[in-house]
């Protein structure tokens, strides 16, 4: 993959998320660790950036009182407005420190439901930069990032979904995502793999 065309796209890196106190952390938090998700992200943020990657964020944000929502929301996005989590100006929505964005990085706004493409610029922005290659982690495997990467291919972009850079509620529902899922619509790979293929473009 070329640097220069290739995007790593991070979805959801919250501290509702990533860290401790945050409203869903105890309930990812196994699969993070086994994974090293949250780890093996800095050090593909790091290293593709320094290559010439463009890093964008996608977090998830909503008023205080989620008027952005239906009045009655149900399934995943219940949970969410249940648990008060990714509220503007609050710790929880913040993006966790180790990842906090750089100058060059790119934070997409608008982010209101699952797929990152649906309800922001993000498409645009891609296209904008000559981008052609993304590289997908985050949360959930099995929901914002399962939606994210099945828009991004077909809308025609080459996808990898990163294996060890992404974390859910169980180790089952993880597994079945990154196997069964995963291979009909991306290219999956854990991210050594994918930076060994930068690195083979980037020099």
Not at 62 to 74: A, K
Not at 76 to 91: A, Y
Not at 93 to 100: F, G, M, S
Not at 128 to 150: H, P
Request: hydrophobic letters at 40%; proline letters at 4%; aromatic letters at 8%.
């Amino acid at each position: 993959m070329d640097p220069k065309k290739t995007a790593v796209v991070l979805i959801e890196y919250q501290n509702d998320f990533t860290s401790e106190g945050g409203n869903f952390h105890a309930a990812v938090k196994p699969v993070m660790e086994r994974t090293r998700m949250l780890a093996n992200t800095v050090e593909t943020v790091a290293r593709a950036r320094a290559l010439g990657a463009t890093i964008v964020h996608a977090p998830i944000t909503f008023t205080p009182d989620y008027h952005e929502l239906s009045p009655r929301p149900y399934g995943i996005l219940k949970g969410v407005v249940d648990t008060r989590s990714f509220r503007k100006g609050t710790w929880g929505a913040e993006i966790v420190d180790v990842l906090k964005p750089q100058a060059q990085d790119i934070v997409v706004e608008g982010k209101r439901g699952l797929c990152g493409f649906a309800s922001t610029n993000l498409d645009f922005v891609l296209r904008g930069r000559g981008i052609t290659d993304i590289a997908l982690g985050g949360f959930l495997t099995n929901c914002c990032v399962e939606s994210t990467m099945r828009t991004a291919y077909e809308k025609g972009y080459q996808v990898v979904t990163l294996k060890d850079c992404t974390a859910t509620l169980s180790e089952e529902e993880q597994r079945m995502a990154v196997e069964k899922n995963f291979p009909m619509f991306s290219h999956p790979m854990n991210h050594d793999e994918f930076l060994a293929g930068l690195r083979a473009q980037g020099g």
